[in-house]
């Protein structure tokens, strides 16, 4: 090939390589730049929607932790003779067992933490579709502790119980809330007293 001709096209050659590599240069910064936004849109996000059910979780618990204190110590052999839940005993209550008052206050909130668990069900569930394995299934066993705190108040059960059932709501709440953190790369771990008595 002559000199004269190759001469524009290596100045060609390199034009275009130069313009391939700025280009090129600029679509990977502008790529890391979007990456970066979405992960913090995504944090955010993620921050909030932990926040809420932690929220939630929260004042569910200090409910069904004050209901707890209708609940005795006594050891009977049937917590509610002829009913298997606060839900089937008459209005009047259980001579002995449980007034009138105690009976609708217990009621009153049962039905309002059923509801309240259902909406938490239903935010836990959003949660974990976007949220990492660990994280979706922390959020999961929580939730489940704390029907097993309401659980504990339908059935009448031991106050004793009832704490021991609020004592694993606590223990959940900080293994979800030390999740959370972890995914986010937050340092430093969440610790609740877990001695409600």
């Given at each position: 090939?002559?000199?004269?001709l190759l ?134 066993a929580l ?10 108040l339908e ?43």
């Amino acid at each position: 090939m002559d000199t004269p001709l190759l001469v524009p096209l290596v100045g060609v050659g390199g034009t275009l390589l130069g313009s391939g590599v700025g280009y090129f240069s600029s679509w990977l910064l502008e790529a890391k730049r979007h990456a970066r936004e979405r992960a913090d849109r995504w944090d955010s996000g993620q921050k909030e929607a932990a926040g809420q059910i932690l929220a939630a979780v929260l004042k569910l618990e200090r409910e069904a932790w004050s209901a707890a204190s209708f609940l005795d110590r006594e050891i009977r052999e049937t917590r509610l003779p002829g009913y298997t839940s606060l839900a089937l005993v008459p209005v009047e209550g259980i001579p002995g067992v449980i007034d009138e008052d105690a009976l609708s206050i217990l009621s009153d909130v049962l039905a309002d933490g059923f509801e309240g668990l259902e909406a938490l069900e239903v935010s836990v569930e959003t949660f974990a579709i976007v949220a990492s394995s660990e994280v979706g299934t922390e959020a999961r066993a929580l939730v489940s502790s704390l029907w097993d705190v309401y659980g504990c108040l339908e059935m009448f059960t031991t106050f004793d119980d009832a704490a021991d059932s609020v004592e694993q709501v606590r223990a959940a709440r900080d293994r979800f809330a030390n999740e959370v953190r972890k995914s986010l790369g937050v340092q430093g771990h969440v610790v609740s007293d877990h001695r409600p008595r």
